[in-house]
């Protein structure tokens, strides 16, 4: 385990209400390692609604604010501003939100997507790169689990040879057991339904980013040519629900990708696979401590979190091997990388995800929208 200099971080939160279970997650993971101490917050659109809240969490009320921008603009003249912000709202406000902090020289852990679309990634990242002073952490949280970063290593190491083919899907069913109609969708749904806060797909924004960045980030490869199918509930239902894509990636591997959140009893259906020259690796979330490396010549070998032969999976590990951990903390990883990167001025390799990994999803989801209007393979 990483040891790092004991003073808090200050963290302002932006979004995860009470009803959001994701804000719940990052206040969490921020706590997880004691390198965060959460001061200032807005957690709601509603103003009355998110200083009671904020006070719940015992954050005095003079930094409990009304709005991102009043939180931005008032804490920023404060002496003891808070150094990092975490942004858990809808994906079309990212952008915006983000690039407000970043105007303050305020560093940015976000959740995904990186942004609604594909025009708003490119803004954001352009802002991200032109602001020297702060650093962005982007919560693809799949990718800090001990065993999918011992699978990349493996990778880097050349364990399985030349990357051939790829299969991921994450598969999920938002329809709370019900038919949905026009009427009934809404409430299910929520915002999930409506473009302009989800963003470009929202099948693609709330689980493909996932999946596609799960690919990206353990193969070190990214889509060059893609040919996606993708589905909506129905005419009057207009959100997407399904999509299947065939990837090209650059060193010539081959991909199949699949989300769905409309797959009946799909519950957190998140695998990989990916074959190499040499041998294949498979990763599934719900069994997330191991990790099956099958080389072409031999023995499947089922290989844990925490073992001598595992022992890049250490530095992401908190428990020994055999106490079994997960979700909270996989998540709590990349608080914790994150605030080693800002107090270790040092160039060490660090493993959280961050604004490339961002733009490069947002380009393989609006390549897939464009593929599929046009029932053709779309360059990246
Ligand atoms: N990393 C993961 O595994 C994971 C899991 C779930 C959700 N998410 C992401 O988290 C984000 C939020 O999703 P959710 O399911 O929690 O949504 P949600 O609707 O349940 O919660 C969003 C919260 O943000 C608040 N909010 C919205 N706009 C705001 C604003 N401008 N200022 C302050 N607060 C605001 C809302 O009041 C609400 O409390 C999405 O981008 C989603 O993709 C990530």
Not at 155 to 183: A, F, P
Not at 276 to 301: C, H, M, T
Request: hydrophobic share 35%; charged share 30%; with cysteine.
């Amino acid at each position: 385990m990483q040891r790092i200099k004991a003073k808090k971080l200050t963290l302002g939160i932006v979004g995860g209400g009470p009803k959001s279970w994701i804000g719940h997650v990052h206040r969490i993971s921020s706590r997880f390692d004691d390198q965060y101490e959460i001061m200032a917050g807005v957690f709601s659109r509603n103003a009355k609604f998110s200083k009671k809240f904020g006070k719940s969490l015992g954050i005095s009320p003079d930094r409990c604010y009304s709005n991102y921008k009043e939180m931005a603009d008032r804490e920023s003249k404060r002496k003891d501003c808070i150094k990092v912000v975490a942004i858990m709202t809808p994906p079309s406000s990212h952008q915006t939100i983000s690039e407000k902090f970043i105007d303050k020289n305020i560093h940015i852990i976000s959740d995904k997507p990186f942004a609604g679309n594909l025009e708003q990634a490119k803004k954001l990242y352009k802002k991200i790169k032109s602001n020297k002073k702060i650093k962005y952490a982007l919560t693809h949280n799949y990718s800090a689990y001990p065993m999918v970063r011992e699978a990349k290593k493996l990778v880097e190491k050349g364990k399985i040879g030349k990357v051939e083919y790829i299969n991921v899907e994450y598969v999920q069913d938002w329809s709370s057991g019900k038919n949905l109609t026009t009427r009934n969708s809404k409430k299910i749904l929520k915002w999930k339904i409506d473009n302009k806060i989800v963003g470009a797909s929202a099948v693609l924004n709330e689980i493909g980013s996932h999946a596609y960045h799960m690919a990206i980030y353990i193969s070190g490869l990214k889509a060059k040519s893609i040919f996606a199918d993708i589905k909506q509930i129905s005419n009057k239902i207009k959100m997407d629900n399904n999509a299947q894509v065939m990837i090209n990636f650059n060193n010539g591997a081959k991909g199949m990708f699949w989300t769905n959140v409309m797959a009946r009893g799909g519950v957190y259906g998140l695998r990989i696979r990916i074959f190499g020259s040499k041998g294949s690796l498979e990763w599934i979330q719900n069994d997330p401590n191991y990790l099956k490396f099958n080389p072409s010549r031999g023995a499947v070998r089922l290989l844990e979190r925490g073992f001598f032969n595992t022992n890049f999976s250490k530095n992401f590990s908190r428990l020994k091997f055999g106490h079994p951990e997960g979700y909270l903390d996989a998540f709590a990883n990349i608080y914790r990388e994150f605030a080693t990167s800002l107090k270790n001025k040092s160039k060490k390799r660090y493993f959280f995800p961050n604004e490339d990994e961002g733009l490069e999803t947002a380009k393989f989801i609006d390549a897939c929208k464009l593929s599929s209007k046009k029932k053709k393979w779309v360059k990246i």
